[in-house]
RNA sequence: GGCAGGUUGCCCGAGUGGCCAAAGGGAGCGGACUGUAAAUCCGCCGGCUCAGCCUACGUUGGUUCGAACCCAACACCUGCCA
């Protein structure tokens, strides 16, 4: 018989991460009473999962550490119809490529769960029982469950039907099939709690209520809050786009500079949502950050940790490599090839073939790596003093770099502004 | 359906024949100061083979040496009347 920590919920409660829950007291009963099972969906809507649903797998985490089942489910079925967004219809993907996401997102999710001993992690795909499921038993004895006039209550549906695009019957039925999904784990697994975010909020209680009319079973549900910016802009995206957990979508080095520029006032917050350190040590952080914000403790506490986790040990060390000697400055030339190399893949880069003896003006390798969007805007740089060539400052705007500002023969560090890099290869 | 007004650069908005790549503000970018922050100050902010040229003021056509600006048609938007 597995023990349970009996403060999980409270530590859960502490680091903000229950937005809304079913009944509180009821919840904090069962989950000391013994281990509940529980289970989290995610939908293949693109080939990785994002910084996004990181919270929602380290919540299952810290579930299963506390003693608790997990079971991480990924929506084979779901993933065919789309949750409905309150702006705009979901386009359909094909059965081929929702089936190739699941299996990426079911390996994402495992990397975060473990699968050893009495609480290991289960894992399940809803096209199991979705599939084989006849469109008439559907309607009997899903369908007739759902009131109509609670369904359109529910926000995301309630935004479309009151714009003018409307919503279409098969993103109408998605709360049906999410809120099947917990009638047959609760079924299947005895599961009685299902977590996710906080736009989730109406599809967990779809199934809630389910259980209750189908088996009159009383289970429980709480969402995780929706993580922002200071200003209140969505988290997770940058001027390049959204942070994905697969590496060749976002760089490890993209991620680890994403936690590393968090915002002063939301490191706290970050911490106690992504990070496993202890209250105590989190507090500490929180203190070191609001006291010498400069030294940007918990920042790179959060980067470190995160990076680490998601990335494993070895490209943790790499990033922070190439962070170091990529803004360390003027050591570049010391810096050895391997270094060097492995620094400069995480950035974007233009490659120009070595042939000829004269290399392309600076002025045209900014706008080449994409730094700037014109050789106007790039040329103006120059001009300004906010473009660097090997962390050197541009001074010329008809500058042509050498053979001898080629670092190991082949590499040009390009930079705009303070952290803006790029780099230039050159082949053959 | 009738009358009136409008459509300008990423957004808001001035401009009513040459001095207009187009005032001002916002957003964005760079510099200084910092911490690869924030705030503040300064500069930049269509493109290019950059003292010049090209493209652009809803669309198409016209008047003129010359049009964001005048004329015509079309499209869309807004107000008032029905």
Partial sequence: MTTVRTDVL???????LV??????????????AGPVTYYCGFDPTAPS????????LLTMRRLQDGGHHPIALVGGATGLIGDPKPTAERTLQTRETVADWVERVRAQAERFLSFEGDNAATVVNNLDWTEPMSALDFLRDIGRHFRVNKMIAKEAVGARLQSEAGINYTEFSYQLLQ????????????????TGGSDQ????????DLIHRAEGGEVHAFATP??????????????TGTIWLDASMTSPYAFYQFWLNAEDSQVGTYLRIFSFRERAEIEALEAATRERPAAREGQRALADELTALVHGPAEHAAVVAASLALFGRGSLEELDERTLAASLAELPRATIPAGSGELPPVVELLAETGLFP????????????????????????AAVPTKADLLHGRWLLLRRGKRHLAAVEVTG
């Fill in 374 to 397: 014109s050789r106007s805007a790039a040329r103006r740089a120059v001009v300004e003093g906010g473009a660097y060539l090997n962390n050197q400052r541009v001074a010329d705007e």
């Fill in 201 to 208: 909020w109406g599809n967990l209680t779809a199934g809630l």
């Fill in 19 to 32: 937005a809304q829950s079913t009944d509180l007291a009821a919840l904090r009963a069962v989950l000391a």
């Fill in 10 to 16: 409270d530590d859960l409660l502490w680091r903000g």
């Fill in 49 to 56: 999962l994002h910084i996004g649903n990181l919270v929602q």
């Fill in 226 to 239: 929706l993580v922002t910016k200071a200003d209140g802009s969505k988290f997770g995206k940058t001027e």
């Fill in 179 to 194: 809120g099947m999904d917990f009638l047959e784990l609760y079924r299947r697994h005895g599961c009685t709690l299902q």
